[in-house]
Nanobody
Framework: QVQLVESGGGLVQYGGSLRLSCAASGSIVSITNMGWYRQAPGKERELVAGITSRISGSRTNYADSVKGRFTISRDNAKGTVYLQMNSLEPEDTAVYYC????????????????WGQGTLVTVSS
């Protein structure tokens, strides 16, 4: 079992920066890909940034709306993923969720999704 806890959200002014952290506990060796999603009021949850496992090269991908402003990274030893957010805009206001794909260590070796509880980011104009 893996548990995820996000931190680092808060209120920031337009153009400011925040760094979100997502710490995993439990069977962190089972974690493969990780990512950050967000959900704004009245909107569907969307992918912000993702990062593959170390064995897959820790490749990253970003939503077009955050490319060049946000950076995702991970510390595999700590089971932690980060999201550095720069040049924040009011449109970035949302609850940000961390997700980890975890591989079961026993048959049938399913790939399971684990979500954190979310952290609120509010950008004032």
């Amino acid at each position: 079992q893996v548990q995820l806890v996000e931190s680092g959200g808060g209120l920031v002014q337009y153009g400011g920066s925040l760094r979100l952290s997502c710490a995993a506990s439990g069977s962190i060796v089972s974690i493969t890909n990780m990512g950050w999603y967000r959900q704004a009021p009245g909107k569907e949850r969307e992918l912000v940034a993702g990062i593959t496992s170390r064995i897959s090269g820790s490749r990253t991908n970003y939503a077009d709306s955050v490319k060049g402003r946000f950076t995702i990274s991970r510390d595999n030893a700590k089971g932690t993923v980060y999201l550095q957010m720069n040049s924040l805009e009011p449109e970035d206001t949302a609850v940000y969720y961390c997700k980890a794909d975890t591989l079961e260590m026993a048959p049938p070796y399913r790939l399971l999704e684990v979500w954190g509880q979310g952290t609120l980011v509010t950008v004032s104009s």
